[in-house]
């Protein structure tokens, strides 16, 4: 459980597509076998300390004669960002996907003190 000291809670969200392989026939589209996309995001102001970061599918457009086959995760966590990882495997075909975020956690204020 993440427990935010003080009353200054930041959140940030965001919304990116990971790609759209039907467009250029990309591996997603038109692979087999395990796949895997990584995309960084870049918070907009650092956090005091590392947020917690939730993401999720907000579309997603998939070949309807495969088995649907997908696993979306955050990695790399960080006060200034984050990895989406976005994988499929066996004969799934995913023509695009977007996927939605949002981290909270403790953020700087102009009143805070930094003493050395």
Known sequence: MLKIDGARVGVAQGS???FSDYQDGGVMWTGEGPRELRKLIEFPETYRETPVVHVSLSMWDIDQKQNPRMDISTDMVTEEGFVIVFRTWG????????????AIGGVRHDDDWEVE
């Open 16 to 18: 990116v597509m990971l």
């Open 91 to 102: 004969d799934t075909r995913v023509a695009r996907v977007r996927a939605d975020w949002m």
